[in-house]
């Protein structure tokens, strides 16, 4: 089974501030997405990726920037941090773009 | 609006009996997914179809494209099954349902 681990777990920051959460899989999967869970909405893709150097914008990308730097690793960037930005983010890693498996979430609290 | 709707938003059952919960598309969907999202948040895959049934001890899952839906079936419900379960359709870009909160009540 797929390994995908986020760092770090929880995180809070001020509005304006920059945060970057990384994901990391294990699994040479070639697909990385990052979403965001918030009561009411369930979860909503962000940003996802099917290689290094890719990045395809998800449904709601406003706010948020991501960079895949290789087949492991993909970071999640907050430039100018909002109290809207909080919530609960996710990475997910599948092999071709299917079968999906979700790391253990990182909690963001921007005030 | 939202192109995946789940349904109910929330079901409680008693220790050993069962139920479905549903998913329906208002466009056509290549697969759809199941998870369990437990009580420490971590989210779980417990199904991939891109058509059919399949079967994995007390859950079942049903796909039919054509009609755009999709079901998963609890049987002999355990407390351990308690917990939020989401589906999600599509291929290589996903659409979440809002989940169904399922509570299982000794």
């Known amino acids: 089974e797929a390994a995908v681990t986020q760092s770090p777990r929880n995180k809070v920051t001020v509005t304006g501030g920059n945060v970057t959460l990384s994901c990391r899989q294990t699994n040479s999967h070639n697909y990385m997405y990052w979403y965001r869970q918030d009561t009411g909405h369930g979860l909503r893709l962000i940003h996802y990726?099917?290689?290094?150097?890719?990045?395809q914008i998800g449904d709601v990308p406003d706010g948020y920037k991501a960079t895949r730097t290789t087949q492991e690793d993909f970071f999640l960037l907050l430039e100018l941090a909002s109290p809207s930005q909080t919530s609960l983010y996710f990475c997910a890693s599948s092999d071709r773009g299917d079968t999906q498996y979700f790391g253990p979430g990182t909690r963001l609290l921007v005030l | 609006g939202d192109q995946v709707e789940q349904s109910p938003s929330a079901l409680s059952l008693h220790e050993g009996t069962g139920s479905a919960l549903r998913c329906n598309f208002t466009t056509t969907m290549r697969a759809v997914q199941w998870f369990q999202q437990n009580s420490r948040g971590s989210l779980i895959n417990l199904f991939y179809l891109a058509s059919g049934t399949k079967e994995n001890g007390r859950l079942k899952s049903t796909f039919n494209s054509k009609e755009s839906y999709s079901t998963l079936h609890i049987r002999d419900a355990q407390l351990e099954d308690s917990g939020t379960y989401f589906c999600a359709a599509g291929y290589q870009n996903f659409y979440f349902g809002k989940g169904t909160s399922l509570t299982v009540i000794p």
């Open positions: 990726s099917y290689g290094a150097g890719n990045l």
